[in-house]
Nanobody, 117 residues
Framework: QVQLVESGGGLVQAGGSLRLSCAAS????????MGWFRQAPGKEREFVAA???????NYVDSVKGRFTISRDNAGNTVYLQMNLLKPEDTAVYYC???????????WGQGTQVTVSS
C-alpha cells in the first residue's frame, strides 16, 4: 500500500512558476513509476509527465520545455517544476504511483493550481 500526498499548488500569475511535491509512504518507492496528471473543470483527467524508477522522463507536448519532473528516491518524493505557467495550465494536479511489478496504481488527493492571466 502506498499513500501519496501532494503539496505546492496555489495561485500564480501567467509566466510564473510553481513546484509541486508528492510525498509517498512506504519503503519501496524505487519500485514505482511516478506520474503527474491534471484535471481542469469540465474536462477529463490528462497525463502531464512521468518518470521511471531509473529516471527516464516523458511529457505531454503542451508542457515540454516548461515543466520538469524529477524524483528523490531516498526521500520518497517526486516533484513537478512548472515554469512559464499559462492560464490553460489551471487544473487540479494529481500524483500517481504505479508498481512496476504488479501494475497496481495509487493516486493522491490532488492539489489545485490556478494561473491568472
Amino acid at each position: 500500500q502506498v499513500q501519496l500526498v501532494e503539496s505546492g499548488g496555489g495561485l500564480v500569475q501567467a509566466g510564473g512558476s510553481l513546484r509541486l511535491s508528492c510525498a509517498a509512504s512506504g519503503r519501496t518507492f524505487s519500485r514505482y513509476a511516478m506520474g503527474w496528471f491534471r484535471q481542469a473543470p469540465g474536462k477529463e483527467r490528462e497525463f502531464v509527465a512521468a518518470i521511471s524508477w531509473s529516471g527516464s522522463t516523458n511529457y505531454v507536448d503542451s508542457v515540454k520545455g516548461r515543466f520538469t519532473i524529477s524524483r528523490d528516491n531516498a526521500g520518497n518524493t517526486v516533484y513537478l517544476q512548472m515554469n512559464l505557467l499559462k492560464p490553460e495550465d489551471t487544473a487540479v494536479y494529481y500524483c500517481k504511483a504505479r508498481n512496476v511489478y504488479t501494475n497496481i496504481e495509487y493516486w493522491g488527493q490532488g492539489t489545485q493550481v490556478t494561473v491568472s492571466s
